[in-house]
Nanobody
């Protein structure tokens, strides 16, 4: 089993910064993807940023240049540095781990979510 624990959310004014952390425990495959998704009220959950165990990254267009994802593989922890925050960034942010067993088989786990609120 895998357990994800997020931290770092909160309330910040527009233009401010926050750093989210997500620590994974349990059986983590050597090939995996860790990342962040977000879900605003009434909206679907969308990808914010992802990073593979090999270091490849993917960002949503809306956060490029403002958010940076990083990870410490030794600690099975992924971070999201969020700068120049906007009210539109307000959402519950979820950590996601995808354990990749093969090209056809993977296992997905979610954290409990952390609220990020950006005031105008």
């Amino acid at each position: 089993q895998v357990h994800l624990v997020e931290s770092g959310g909160g309330l910040v004014q527009a233009g401010g910064s926050l750093r989210l952390s997500c620590a994974a425990s349990g059986f983590i495959f050597s090939s995996n993807v860790m990342g962040w998704y977000r879900q605003a009220p009434g909206q679907q959950r969308d990808v914010v940023a992802e990073m593979t165990s090999g270091g490849m990254t993917n960002y949503a267009d809306s956060v490029k240049g403002r958010f940076t994802i990083s990870r410490d593989n030794a600690k099975n922890t992924v971070y999201l540095q969020m700068n120049s925050l906007k009210p539109d960034d307000t959402a519950v942010y979820y950590c996601k781990l995808k354990n990749i067993q093969s090209t056809a088989l993977s296992y997905i786990y979610w954290g409990q979510g952390t609220q990020v609120t950006v005031s105008s």
